[in-house]
Nanobody, 126 residues
Framework: QVQLVESGGGLVQAGDSLRVSCEAS????????LGWFRQAPGKEREFVAA????????YYTDSVKGRSTISRDDAKSTVYLQMDRLKPEDTAIYYC???????????????????WGKGIQVTVSS
């Protein structure tokens, strides 16, 4: 079983930067592919970014591409999502997710991820 714990959320202003983190335990971190999803009030959970087991392959949803960077530190068993030039529409609960293998065709499907964190709130004020 894999446990995922997010941290680093909070309230920021539009244009600010924020980095959210997710620490994993319960399984060799390098064996996991990781993803970030978010869910705004009244909306479905949506894909934000994903990174492969090796860290060599990364994917982003169009709305954050160029403003966000997903990275991983295997020594710390932690995956990060650096978000720059934040917008009010980035406001959501951000969830960390993990799976064994990152298949490109399912990278953005919540059902394809086996393990989930409890989420952390990110609020961007205008």
């Amino acid at each position: 079983q894999v446990q995922l714990v997010e941290s680093g959320g909070g309230l920021v202003q539009a244009g600010d930067s924020l980095r959210v983190s997710c620490e994993a335990s319960g399984r060799t971190f390098s064996s996991l592919a990781l993803g970030w999803f978010r869910q705004a009030p009244g909306k479905e959970r949506e894909f934000v970014a994903a990174i492969s087991n090796t860290g060599l392959t990364r994917y982003y949803t169009d709305s954050v591409k160029g403003r966000s960077t997903i990275s991983r530190d295997d020594a710390k068993s932690t995956v990060y999502l650096q978000m720059d030039r934040l917008k009010p529409e980035d406001t959501a609960i951000y969830y960390c997710a993990a799976r064994a293998v990152l298949f490109p065709e399912t990278k953005d499907q919540p059902g394809a991820y086996k393990y989930w964190g409890k989420g952390i709130q990110v609020t961007v004020s205008s």
